[in-house]
């Protein structure tokens, strides 16, 4: 259909076994030399082996934004700031990237680092891997609640947009939203206001708001819901572009 694709790496602590959520430090323990460190390389093959199959009907592969190990600058993950080092944190997005170009000879991904509403971009930089690992410098914000939330966010989004015109990167915001977008304006007063921020401009290439899992947990409206004409306005700003819009690309 044309669209843009990203997928996020949610993997499981590969040492305790519980979900990604489970903190407990185990990144040291699948880096080389670790003691589970052959055992997360099959895993990482297995998700290998997915994407090696994501093909066109010319049998050409469909190029994909990689997001793994994303938000790691918060503690909620097991590669989160609170459970492995900066050094040991940026020698997991290393070997991950490498073992799939390498190993495994993956070259349609587009690797998206994403850490979450840092306060500035010494912030954001502060686990970067470096520009030979990474393509596309994201964001995702979760902070979009009022308006002086909307020009914090746009201020770190115009400074993300220079520093990715000088390092010849893609910026784009991840993800974005707020749960059950419980405010009826939040698409063209929030959201668009720090995308089309006259005070600090900037150049997100897209953003993506999370999922819709059920009308008690969700981050875009549904038929009827509260914010649905707000939507729809912003669906027809002259500035957003939905699928309709790119297909002519």
Same mark, same amino acid.
């Given at each position: 259909?044309?669209?843009?694709?990203?997928?996020?790496? +949610?993997?499981?602590?590969p040492v305790?076994?519980?979900?990604?959520?489970?903190?407990?430090?185990?990144?040291?323990?699948?880096?080389?030399?670790?003691?589970?460190?052959?055992?997360?390389?099959?895993?990482?093959?297995? *998700?290998?082996?997915?994407?090696?199959?994501?093909?066109?009907?010319?049998?050409? #592969?469909?190029?994909?934004?990689?997001?793994?190990? +994303?938000? +790691?600058? #918060?503690?909620?993950?097991?590669?989160?700031?609170?459970?492995?080092?900066?050094?040991?944190?940026? *020698?997991?997005?290393?070997?991950?990237?490498?073992?799939?170009?390498?190993?495994?000879?993956?070259?349609? &991904?587009? $690797?998206?680092?994403?850490?979450?509403?840092?306060?500035?971009?010494?912030?954001? &930089?502060n686990r $970067?891997?470096?520009?030979?690992?990474?393509?596309?410098?994201?964001?995702?914000? $979760?902070?979009?609640?009022? /308006?002086?939330?909307?020009?914090?966010?746009?201020?770190?989004?115009?400074?993300?947009?220079?520093? *990715?015109?000088?390092?010849?990167?893609?910026?784009?915001?991840?993800?974005?939203?707020?749960?059950?977008?419980a405010i009826?304006?939040?698409?063209?007063? $929030?959201?668009?206001?720090?995308?089309?921020?006259?005070?600090?401009?900037?150049?997100?290439?897209?953003? &993506?708001?999370?999922?819709?899992?059920?009308?008690?947990? +969700?981050?875009?409206?549904?038929?009827? #819901?509260?914010?649905?004409?707000?939507?729809? /306005?912003?669906?027809?700003?002259?500035?957003?572009?939905?699928?309709?819009?790119?297909?002519?690309?």
């Amino acid at each position: 259909m044309g669209g843009i694709i990203t997928i996020s790496m +949610h993997l499981d602590n590969p040492v305790t076994g519980n979900d990604a959520w489970d903190n407990t430090p185990t990144v040291d323990q699948i880096l080389p030399g670790g003691s589970h460190h052959k055992e997360y390389l099959s895993t990482l093959r297995l *998700a290998a082996d997915f994407l090696g199959k994501l093909k066109d009907r010319q049998d050409r #592969h469909i190029p994909v934004i990689f997001r793994p190990y +994303h938000e +790691h600058n #918060h503690t909620w993950s097991w590669w989160g700031a609170s459970s492995c080092s900066k050094d040991a944190f940026i *020698a997991l997005w290393e070997m991950t990237t490498d073992f799939l170009k390498n190993d495994c000879q993956l070259h349609h &991904l587009l $690797y998206a680092i994403s850490p979450q509403d840092p306060e500035n971009i010494g912030q954001y &930089l502060n686990r $970067y891997p470096g520009d030979d690992y990474v393509d596309v410098l994201g964001l995702d914000s $979760y902070s979009l609640w009022n /308006q002086n939330s909307v020009s914090k966010l746009a201020r770190v989004l115009s400074d993300l947009s220079v520093l *990715a015109k000088e390092r010849g990167k893609v910026a784009a915001l991840t993800e974005v939203g707020i749960e059950n977008v419980a405010i009826s304006d939040w698409w063209t007063n $929030y959201l668009l206001r720090a995308l089309r921020n006259k005070e600090y401009p900037n150049n997100m290439a897209w953003a &993506l708001v999370w999922r819709n899992r059920s009308q008690s947990h +969700h981050f875009g409206p549904y038929r009827e #819901h509260p914010s649905q004409n707000d939507f729809l /306005q912003f669906f027809q700003d002259p500035s957003t572009l939905f699928l309709s819009d790119i297909e002519k690309f």
